[in-house]
């Protein structure tokens, strides 16, 4: 699609949960076998995580995600760890408390 990574998150995001959004902050990558996955794929894949603000939309599932809720930090369900790990959800919790802190990076 020729596509930005900002421009991706952001058809991903309202794809998946109903919500238009706005990218404001690319707040990680990090390489996946680094993150403690496990990866069957002989090349690195890195996974980028951005800050984003709600601008619009509603909740609603798709395809790909049979639900859409919000958590608090401490009450988060059970993930896919497969996808994303309790504690790089926490610190995505991290930057969005303090804004200025710098994209991590491995």
Known sequence: MNQSAAECVVREFEEESGFTVSALKLAAIWDYRKQGHVSRHPASIYKM??????????????NETS????FARD?????SPGRVTVA??????????RPDSPTDFE
């Open 67 to 70: 639900e859409v809720s919000f």
């Open 88 to 97: 790089q959800v926490r610190r995505m919790f991290d930057h969005v408390q």
């Open 49 to 62: 995580f951005f800050i984003c603000q709600i601008t619009g939309g509603t909740a609603r599932p798709s």
């Open 75 to 79: 009450a988060l369900p059970p993930l």
